[in-house]
C-alpha cells in the first residue's frame, strides 16, 4: 500500500480562493510556453531528417534517427530532474520552477538558428543532439515541478483538480504546437518550409520562454515548503537517497503510472500526425488539424480525470480511465486505417480518453512526504520517461515495419497495465477508508 501524503493538516479545509486560481492560471500558462518548446521538434520531424541527415540515407534509417534525437531529450531529462529536484527540495520550489524556463528557452532559439546538414555536414545533426539534451535536462525539472508546486499550493481536497489544471496546461502547449505547424503547413509550399520557414516555430519558442519566465516573478513560494522551512522540518541528508531507502514502492507505482503516461502522450499525440502522413499518405495540414483538436480534447481530459480522482479515488477513475483509453485508440488506429472519413471525430474522442494522464500526478504527489516529494516525483517521473517515453518512438517506428497498427497494440498494452495499477491502488485505498471511518466514529 502506497500511504498519502498530504498537507491537510497543516489548515483546516477551506475551497479554493482567487490567490489558487490565479496560481493555477500561472503555473499552466508557463507550462504550456515550456512544453511547446520542448514538443514543437516532433511536429516537424520529416523536415528537420531531410535536412540534417545525408539525403542518400534510406528513409526508414533517417526517421530513426530523427527519432533517436528526440529521444536524447527524454534520455536527458534524469540528470536535470535530479539535479533540479534535489535543490527544490532543500532551496524552494519556486526557483527551480524559474530556472527550468531559462534553460528551455535558450536551446530552443538557438534551433532556430541552426545551419543545416548541407551547410556544415555531420556537425548539424550533433549540434542539434546537443540543443535537446539541454531541452530535456530543462523540462525533467518543470514537469513534477509544476505539479508539486501547484498541489502544494491549493486545499489537499482539490489537488487532483490542480494537477490535472497543470497537465492540461502542459497538453495546451502540445496544442500550441500543432496549431502553429498547422498554420505553417497550410500557410506556405513545402519547399518553403525546407528553405526556411521550419525555423519559425523554434525562434517564436524562445520568445515564448522569455514571456514564460516574466510570468513567473509573480508566484510565491509554497505554503508547503514554507512551513518546513520555518519548522526546519527539511530533508536532513541527501533527499533522493532516503526516497530510494524508504520508499521504493511509491517509486515503482509511480514509473508505471508514468509509462502509462508515456505511451498516451508519445504514441496518441505526439507520434500519430507522422503516423498517418507515412503509413496512409494522409496531407500534414489534415493531420494537424486533426491533432489540434484531439489535443483540445486532451486539455478537458485532463481537468476532468482530476476532478473525478478528487471524488472516486485513484484506483475507480484508473480502472475506468484506462478502459476508456485502450478501447477508444483501439478503434480509432484500426477505423483510420480502412476509412479516413471519421478522422477527426475518432481521433477527438481518443484525444479526451488520453486525458487519464491528468489523475497520474495526483498518485505520485501523494505518494511521498513533502521533505521529499520533489526528488521522490522527479526521480520516479524522469527515469521512467527517459527509458519509456524516450525509446517508444523508435520502439513503435520498428515495430511498424512488420504491424500497420502497432500504435493501437502498444497502447492498448499498456492500458492493461493501467486496469492493473487500478485495482491495486483500489485495494490500497480500501484500508485507509476503513481506518477514516473508524476515526470518524
Given at each position: 500500500?502506497?500511504?498519502?501524503h498530504?498537507?491537510a493538516?497543516?489548515?483546516?479545509?477551506?475551497p479554493?480562493?482567487?490567490?489558487?486560481?490565479?496560481t493555477?492560471?500561472?503555473?499552466?500558462?508557463?507550462?504550456?510556453?515550456e512544453?511547446?518548446?520542448?514538443?514543437?521538434?516532433v511536429f516537424?520531424a520529416l523536415?528537420?531528417?531531410?535536412?540534417?541527415?545525408?539525403?542518400?540515407?534510406p528513409d526508414?534509417?533517417?526517421?530513426f534517427q530523427?527519432?533517436?534525437?528526440?529521444a536524447?531529450?527524454?534520455?536527458?531529462r534524469?540528470?536535470?530532474?535530479?539535479?533540479?529536484?534535489?535543490f527544490?527540495d532543500?532551496?524552494g520550489?519556486?526557483?527551480?520552477?524559474?530556472?527550468?524556463?531559462?534553460l528551455?528557452?535558450v536551446?530552443?532559439?538557438?534551433?532556430?538558428?541552426?545551419?543545416t546538414?548541407?551547410?556544415?555536414?555531420?556537425?548539424?545533426?550533433?549540434?542539434?543532439?546537443?540543443?535537446?539534451?539541454?531541452?530535456?535536462?530543462?523540462?525533467?525539472?518543470?514537469?513534477?515541478?509544476?505539479?508539486?508546486?501547484?498541489a502544494?499550493?491549493v486545499?489537499?481536497?482539490?489537488?487532483?483538480?490542480?494537477?490535472?489544471?497543470?497537465?492540461a496546461?502542459?497538453t495546451?502547449g502540445?496544442?500550441?504546437?500543432?496549431?502553429?505547424?498547422?498554420?505553417?503547413?497550410?500557410?506556405?509550399?513545402?519547399?518553403?518550409?525546407?528553405?526556411?520557414?521550419?525555423r519559425l516555430?523554434f525562434l517564436?519558442?524562445g520568445?515564448?520562454?522569455?514571456?514564460?519566465?516574466?510570468?513567473r516573478?509573480?508566484?510565491?513560494?509554497t505554503?508547503v515548503?514554507?512551513e518546513?522551512?520555518?519548522?526546519?522540518?527539511?530533508a536532513?541528508e541527501?533527499?533522493?537517497?532516503t526516497?530510494?531507502?524508504?520508499?521504493?514502492?511509491?517509486?515503482?507505482?509511480?514509473?508505471?503510472l508514468?509509462?502509462?503516461?508515456?505511451?498516451?502522450i508519445?504514441?496518441?499525440?505526439?507520434?500519430t500526425?507522422?503516423y498517418?502522413?507515412?503509413q496512409?499518405?494522409?496531407d500534414?495540414?489534415?493531420?494537424?488539424?486533426?491533432?489540434?483538436?484531439?489535443?483540445?480534447?486532451l486539455?478537458?481530459g485532463c481537468?476532468?480525470?482530476?476532478?473525478i480522482?478528487d471524488?472516486?479515488g485513484?484506483?475507480?477513475?484508473?480502472?475506468?480511465?484506462s478502459?476508456?483509453?485502450?478501447?477508444?485508440s483501439?478503434?480509432?488506429?484500426s477505423?483510420?486505417?480502412?476509412?479516413?472519413?471519421?478522422?477527426?471525430?475518432?481521433?477527438?474522442?481518443?484525444?479526451?480518453?488520453?486525458?487519464?494522464?491528468?489523475?497520474?500526478?495526483?498518485?505520485m504527489?501523494r505518494?511521498?512526504?513533502?521533505?521529499?516529494?520533489?526528488?521522490?516525483?522527479?526521480?520516479?517521473?524522469?527515469v521512467?520517461?527517459a527509458?519509456?517515453?524516450?525509446?517508444?518512438?523508435?520502439?513503435v517506428s520498428?515495430?511498424?515495419?512488420a504491424?500497420?497498427?502497432?500504435?493501437?497494440?502498444y497502447?492498448v498494452?499498456?492500458?492493461?497495465?493501467?486496469?492493473?495499477?487500478?485495482?491495486?491502488?483500489?485495494?490500497?485505498?480500501?484500508?485507509?477508508?476503513?481506518?477514516?471511518a473508524?476515526?470518524?466514529?
Amino acid at each position: 500500500m502506497i500511504p498519502p501524503h498530504n498537507e491537510a493538516k497543516l489548515s483546516p479545509p477551506r475551497p479554493l480562493n482567487r490567490q489558487d486560481y490565479r496560481t493555477l492560471a500561472l503555473a499552466a500558462l508557463g507550462g504550456a510556453l515550456e512544453f511547446y518548446d520542448f514538443i514543437i521538434f516532433v511536429f516537424f520531424a520529416l523536415v528537420i531528417g531531410k535536412l540534417f541527415f545525408p539525403p542518400n540515407m534510406p528513409d526508414w534509417l533517417r526517421q530513426f534517427q530523427t527519432f533517436g534525437i528526440f529521444a536524447a531529450g527524454y534520455l536527458a531529462r534524469p540528470l536535470g530532474g535530479i539535479v533540479m529536484a534535489h535543490f527544490g527540495d532543500k532551496l524552494g520550489r519556486k526557483r527551480m520552477f524559474t530556472l527550468s524556463i531559462v534553460l528551455m528557452a535558450v536551446p530552443t532559439l538557438l534551433m532556430g538558428m541552426l545551419p543545416t546538414y548541407a551547410s556544415i555536414g555531420i556537425a548539424a545533426p550533433l549540434a542539434l543532439l546537443a540543443l535537446r539534451i539541454l531541452q530535456g535536462a530543462a523540462i525533467g525539472g518543470e514537469v513534477p515541478g509544476a505539479w508539486v508546486f501547484v498541489a502544494e499550493h491549493v486545499p489537499a481536497r482539490h489537488t487532483g483538480y490542480a494537477c490535472g489544471t497543470l497537465t492540461a496546461g502542459l497538453t495546451a502547449g502540445i496544442l500550441l504546437g500543432s496549431l502553429l505547424a498547422t498554420l505553417i503547413n497550410s500557410s506556405f509550399s513545402p519547399a518553403q518550409i525546407s528553405n526556411w520557414a521550419w525555423r519559425l516555430p523554434f525562434l517564436v519558442g524562445g520568445i515564448f520562454g522569455l514571456l514564460a519566465m516574466y510570468l513567473r516573478q509573480w508566484l510565491q513560494e509554497t505554503p508547503v515548503f514554507a512551513e518546513m522551512q520555518a519548522r526546519k522540518a527539511l530533508a536532513d541528508e541527501l533527499p533522493l537517497k532516503t526516497v530510494l531507502r524508504e520508499h521504493k514502492r511509491a517509486v515503482i507505482i509511480s514509473m508505471l503510472l508514468t509509462w502509462l503516461l508515456s505511451a498516451a502522450i508519445v504514441v496518441v499525440i505526439l507520434m500519430t500526425p507522422t503516423y498517418l502522413q507515412k503509413q496512409f499518405g494522409m496531407d500534414a495540414a489534415t493531420t494537424l488539424k486533426a491533432n489540434s483538436l484531439a489535443t483540445i480534447a486532451l486539455t478537458a481530459g485532463c481537468i476532468t480525470a482530476g476532478r473525478i480522482i478528487d471524488r472516486l479515488g485513484s484506483g475507480l477513475t484508473f480502472i475506468v480511465g484506462s478502459l476508456l483509453l485502450g478501447a477508444c485508440s483501439y478503434h480509432f488506429y484500426s477505423s483510420v486505417a480502412s476509412d479516413g472519413s471519421q478522422l477527426y471525430a475518432l481521433y477527438s474522442l481518443t484525444g479526451f480518453s488520453v486525458g487519464i494522464v491528468g489523475a497520474v500526478p495526483f498518485v505520485m504527489v501523494r505518494a511521498f512526504p513533502p521533505a521529499v516529494r520533489f526528488s521522490g516525483l522527479s526521480f520516479s517521473y524522469n527515469v521512467a520517461y527517459a527509458i519509456f517515453g524516450g525509446l517508444t518512438p523508435m520502439a513503435v517506428s520498428l515495430w511498424l515495419k512488420a504491424d500497420p497498427l502497432a500504435p493501437a497494440h502498444y497502447v492498448v498494452s499498456l492500458c492493461g497495465m493501467g486496469v492493473l495499477l487500478g485495482i491495486y491502488l483500489l485495494l490500497s485505498e480500501s484500508p485507509q477508508r476503513a481506518d477514516s471511518a473508524s476515526a470518524n466514529c
